[in-house]
């Protein structure tokens, strides 16, 4: 099944949320960890996870003032991830063509991509609508080297079980998940982990598993409405944002951020845009370039936030969970208009 407009929705509504959390509420804190080696069956034979306390890394570079990795202190010596293509195995750039989002192409010894679509005589080394790609040093000699922002740490080929890794990076005051479980199921049914953002021992928590503090986003309804002719939708989509904070400082603060977030407009962008690969890494990934190149190709690309209800859970269930969680839901009425039988 190909991607369909709840899976772009989804995608365009997480990252939002995440970059606009982490942009207004500096929700973030930059750290230095010395990685502890931890054993993962998930990951294939000669690959070693070095793990830092905390989960959730922010991974993206137009946030001010976060630290976002791009290398890695390996016994000393920075090593620069596993990331990029060989040029030589793509087409030479062709002055006289037109090319599509996505196309790749070898110019002046470096690979690059196209961001926008882009004219003839658009040199990709002169153009911003062309992003390099060029393959690292630890890529070319075959090495593999990924940062895993989601579970907070490092997945290596060549490093030893008892190598020395430091690395810089900034982690989420709030983990963001995506889930389908209802608020009863995450609030009463379901036991969390605490990574505690405060209190926090140099013991690194098993990774995939959720962890709190964190929000928490299911896409509830959608409803399509006629609203022009010519067969024009006006989709609405109610969004149940779940927080549960470690403290009623972090509560307060989210909710406020979002309850402020009324009648903001946010980029409609395609499912294949969520940058995260299958180890944890996102290469290069800045959310305000690909807004800004997602418009240009077509600037009506939009979902609407009509509506936000901000709310904190009564004392009386409060009683029947861990009494160091605060909770509170954050409800979000988002408008696309579209045309869904064309």
Partial sequence: MKPQFQHELTTSFTLWLENFLLKKGEAFSNKTSQLVYT??????????????????????????????????????VEHQKSIGVDPSTLTAWDATKDYNVKERVE??????????????????????????????PTQEAGQILFIDYNNGRVISSEALETSVINIDYA???????????????????????????FKQDEIPIPPYSQVLPAIFINVTTNINDPFSL?????????????????????????????????????????????????????PNFNYQDLVKHRLKINPAALHYIDRVDVSKLSDRVTRKIDPNTFVGFIDFEVSTFRYPRI
């Fill in 230 to 282: 010519g067969g024009e939708d006006k989709t609405t989509t109610d969004i149940r944002c779940v927080v549960m904070a470690e403290n009623i400082f972090q509560l307060d603060g989210a909710l406020s951020i979002f309850n402020d977030a009324a009648r903001e407009p946010f980029a409609a962008l395609a499912f294949e845009d969520y940058p995260i690969n299958e180890f944890g890494d996102a």
């Fill in 107 to 136: 110019h002046l010894g470096q690979a690059w991509v196209t961001a926008e679509p882009s004219l003839a005589g658009e040199e990709p080394s002169v153009s911003d609508k062309w992003d390099d790609i060029t393959w690292t």
């Fill in 39 to 76: 054993e993962d069956s998930r990951l294939g034979a000669g690959l070693k996870a070095f793990a830092s306390p905390y989960k959730q890394w922010v991974f993206d570079s137009s946030i001010p003032g976060a630290t976002i990795p791009h290398t890695v202190n390996i016994d000393g």
């Fill in 171 to 197: 982690v989420k005051d709030l983990n963001i998940y995506v889930t389908n479980e209802t608020e009863e199921n995450l609030i009463v049914e379901t036991k969390f982990n605490t990574n505690s953002r």
